[in-house]
């Protein structure tokens, strides 16, 4: 996998995979951090990095495999670290929110797994972030106002909807 960096503090670790990755993640985990691999299969690996010794152990994982189209988001749990999907949002990743996971169907519609989903016209691609304050943010209201395409698409953000923690109701 090509790429680079600079990290001057950061030890260098290699570590021999068992296929082609398509998606590599971390997450820190109380003094080590935790990798997450995808590979072009669909299969699913974690390592846990010791932030000691620099030894790399590989970890459990649930489920072992991403489902099909399914963006890809982990969640460290005591033991395990678990990958987590939401139905109807092929495009982007799942958040979690208060109570839940929130994502952006396909038409734009913000979507819930255990929540009443507030009215947003999101774009179909967008990604929900997440500010300091718990509060959310995504892209909306779609327009084809600059035809250029420069982010890949046609379509572009009019708006910026912030949902406060408390816009997302159980």
């Keep these: 996998m090509g790429g680079g960096g ?3 503090e950061a030890e260098p670790v290699d570590l021999d995979l068992s296929g082609t990755p398509i998606w590599v993640a971390a997450a820190p ?8 691999v995808t590979y072009n299969d669909g299969r699913v690996e974690a390592f846990r990095l010791d932030g000691g010794s620099g030894e790399v152990v590989p970890w459990l994982t649930a489920p072992h495999r991403r489902p099909a189209g399914a ?4 969640v460290a749990r005591v033991g395990h670290l678990e990958l987590v999907s ?3 949002v092929p495009l982007t990743h799942t ?5 839940g996971l929130l994502g952006v169907a396909s038409d734009g519609r913000l979507v819930s797994d255990t929540e009443q989903a507030p009215p947003v016209s999101a774009l179909p691609d967008a ?3 997440e500010g300091e304050d718990g509060s959310l943010a995504v892209l909306s209201d779609s327009n084809r106002r600059y035809v250029h395409g420069v982010l890949g698409d046609e379509f ?5 909807e912030v949902l406060e923690a408390g816009d997302v109701r159980e």
């Design 95 to 99: 958040v979690p929110a208060v109570g």
């Design 29 to 36: 985990l109380e003094e080590d951090t935790a990798w997450v």
């Design 156 to 160: 572009e953000a009019e708006s910026i």
């Design 127 to 129: 990604c929900i972030v």
């Design 6 to 8: 600079r990290l001057p």
């Design 71 to 74: 963006p890809r988001l982990f």
């Design 86 to 88: 939401l139905g109807g």
